[in-house]
């Protein structure tokens, strides 16, 4: 009976001292995961945007190419672009025969496409993740084509 209660004891107790020594790692990965999930400041809801910055982003994408907009009311847009006025422009809405004129004033947000910074980011984890992925198939491989040996002995332990 002795026996097995030091032994609940040892176990209790190697328990408690694993989860204390790994309980700086565990903190960081939950510190770490709390991080990412938690929405930022970033997520918040867009500035409405001026007629006038509508236009020009309207008129810099040009007519046939996407965009997706929120109205002010809310509702959400995507389609293609038919015609561009003074103060409203025509869509093409996914699956829908008719056409949609939006006022530029109406417009709260407008995403045309990708920026500038969003292509670099995206174009430079693309080439990150190939060439990791190239370096890691090409160090396999060579790691299957060497036979093992033993490592080399220190010129001081021959001399002895």
């Known amino acids: 009976m002795q026996a097995l209660v030091r032994t609940v004891r040892r176990s209790f107790a190697r328990l408690l001292f694993h989860s204390f020594t790994r309980f700086p790692q565990r903190a960081v990965a939950a510190l770490a995961i709390a991080a990412v999930l938690t929405p930022s400041l970033a997520n918040a809801s867009p500035k409405p945007l001026d007629p006038g910055t509508v236009h020009v982003k309207v008129l810099k994408r040009g007519i046939g190419n996407f965009i997706a907009l929120q109205q002010q009311d809310g509702i959400q847009l995507s389609g293609r ?38 292509k670099v980011f995206l174009i430079g984890g693309l080439a990150g993740t190939a060439a990791f992925g190239i370096w890691g198939f090409v160090h396999i491989h060579n790691l299957e084509n060497k036979p093992l040996q033993p490592p080399p002995t220190p010129a001081l332990a021959i001399l002895q």
């Open 81 to 118: 672009i038919l015609a561009i006025g003074d103060q409203s422009f025509t869509l093409q809405l996914h699956n829908d025969p008719q056409t949609t004129e939006v006022f530029y004033a109406d417009v709260a947000y407008l995403r045309t496409g990708f920026s500038g910074g969003q």
